[in-house]
């Protein structure tokens, strides 16, 4: 069956330190995979998307990688800030188009000072 | 420039009752989805429309669920009846007609959500 697993246990870690969440997907050959974050009671904000072709993409403090044989995608928050503290959902394309997102249940991360 | 909007943000109703919430997609964005999200869950698909044509329905539960986007702008999501197990945030996203300039990034609004007593 297809699976999109992220780490339902909640990451605590310390102001500074480099966060890395982990998203493993099954059965499914996404042409792209995209990360989000949720804040309690707002709606998902899109981070970054990364495509099946490209092994790595950053902006500013994050970092994601893609590996389609592993099938798995890290995400890295580096120098991590309290304000970093949120639930971050992996998202890929169930359909190998635009536009079908599916969604991982989401990972939560705490920072803490 | 204006982000999703969604109404009501809230609603708490009985089980049996119809509720109906409401989305106005961010100007120029064709494409439009609602999403279903559970306590600690990830969002769900219920429906996406191209326009205000529904491309993807396969998800919406059709026996009390329906949703329409008659003039291929706002949408509305109706519930009729709602039953204890649709408590959740309802979500609606948007995202731009396919080209150079669409990431495949969907922009979401608040949510609503949905207590059934």
């Known amino acids: 069956s297809q699976k999109i697993e992220q780490n339902s246990e909640a990451l605590n870690i310390q102001e500074g330190k480099t966060a890395t969440l982990t998203c493993n997907y099954t059965?499914?050959?996404?042409?792209?995979l995209q990360w989000y974050r949720q804040d309690p009671g707002r709606g998902p904000v899109f981070l970054l998307l990364i495509r099946e072709n490209e092994k790595e993409k950053r902006k500013e403090r994050l970092k994601v990688t893609f590996d389609t044989t592993l099938k798995q995608s890290l995400f890295h928050i580096t120098a991590s800030q309290p304000a970093d503290s949120a639930t971050y959902l992996c998202?890929?394309?169930?359909?190998?188009?635009?536009?079908?997102?599916?969604f991982g249940a989401g990972t939560r991360l705490a920072v803490h000072p | 420039e204006a982000g999703v909007v969604q109404s009501p943000r809230y609603k708490i109703i009985e089980k049996k009752q119809p509720v109906a919430f409401w989305c106005n997609p961010i100007s120029g964005h064709n494409t439009l989805y609602w999403y279903l999200q559970n306590l600690g869950q990830g969002p769900e698909l219920l429906i996406r429309?191209?326009?205000?044509?529904?491309?993807?329905d396969s998800q919406l539960p059709k026996d009390r669920f329906s949703a329409e986007r008659l003039k291929g702008v706002d949408s509305t999501l109706k519930i009729q009846p709602a039953e204890l197990g649709d408590s959740a945030v309802y979500l609606c996203?948007?995202?731009?007609?396919?080209?150079?300039?669409?990431?495949?990034?969907?922009?979401f609004g608040e949510g609503s959500r949905l207590t059934v007593l």
């Open positions: 059965n499914y050959s996404p042409a792209y």
């Open positions: 998202a890929l394309d169930g359909t190998g188009g635009y536009n079908k997102l599916i």
């Open positions: 996203a948007s995202s731009p007609p396919q080209g150079a300039a669409n990431t495949g990034e969907l922009f």
């Open positions: 429309y191209e326009n205000e044509e529904a491309v993807d």
